[in-house]
């Protein structure tokens, strides 16, 4: 694909409940980036990959999320004892190397719903 | 305080007027980049156009257009006879060395185009 995948589109759980959020960055993207957009906001940073290694993880709001990349291409981002407050949607971005003048391209992002 | 404030929130226009969405950001790098995203209903953030900080001209795109200013740390952007395809939620980000290139985004201003 073309583009940046993210599965699933939607998933609804309940809360205290676990979920995996997954990534497909576009081809030979080493930088990754996850962010997370409540309603009627702009999308918050989360975490930065380079190839396998997160380089900057000081967005994640807790220990209750972890992201990782074994392979430097996929990545899928964890979410422990989900709580209502989670409920967003998580988008993730990918771009060529990392460099602070490169464009960020988006995947179409998961809605989640925590009940 | 916040890095980038886009301080419409919503506006509102019929079909061929012109609109100018702000854009205020905030930063101590010399080096930094500016975007703008647009993010319509469909959810995805589609790239606009990149701006780094040393180049102040102003870019035009079709119907789109830039003004970076330092002086004012504003990089606003006007759609010109806008159409109901342009309706979208718009983002400003910034992009710095001191967060590695994580983009900051601002609020978003939401832009409803009648017909």
């Known amino acids: 694909g073309a583009g940046v995948s993210q599965t699933p589109s939607n998933k609804v759980t309940e809360k205290g409940k676990y979920v995996e959020l997954r990534c497909d960055p576009i081809?030979?993207?080493?930088?990754l980036y996850w962010y997370r957009q409540s309603l009627g906001q702009g999308p918050e940073f989360l975490i930065y990959f380079q190839g396998t290694g997160a380089a900057d993880d000081s967005g994640l709001p807790n220990d209750r999320f972890f992201a990782v990349r074994p392979e430097g291409s996929v990545s899928t981002l964890k979410i422990q004892r989900t709580e209502r407050g989670d409920s967003a949607v998580y988008l993730c971005a990918s771009s060529l190397t990392g460099l602070i003048q490169e464009t960020q391209y988006f995947g179409p992002g998961t809605r989640l719903l925590v009940l | 305080a916040q890095k980038v404030t886009q301080a419409q929130t919503e506006i509102s226009v019929v079909e061929k007027e012109d609109v100018t969405l702000d854009c205020v950001y905030e930063?101590?790098?010399?080096?930094?980049?500016l975007f703008w995203y647009k993010q319509p209903p469909s959810g995805e953030l589609v790239f606009l156009i990149r701006r780094n900080s040393f180049d102040e001209q102003n870019e035009i795109s079709g119907r789109y257009s830039w003004n970076f200013q330092k002086s004012t740390s504003s990089f606003n952007f006007t759609i010109t006879a806008s159409q109901v395809v342009d309706s979208a939620v718009y983002f400003c980000a910034l992009s710095e060395r001191g967060s590695q290139g994580n983009l900051i985004f601002g609020k978003g201003t939401k832009l409803s185009v009648k017909p």
């Open positions: 930063t101590r790098d010399t080096t930094y980049y």
């Open positions: 081809s030979g993207h080493t930088a």
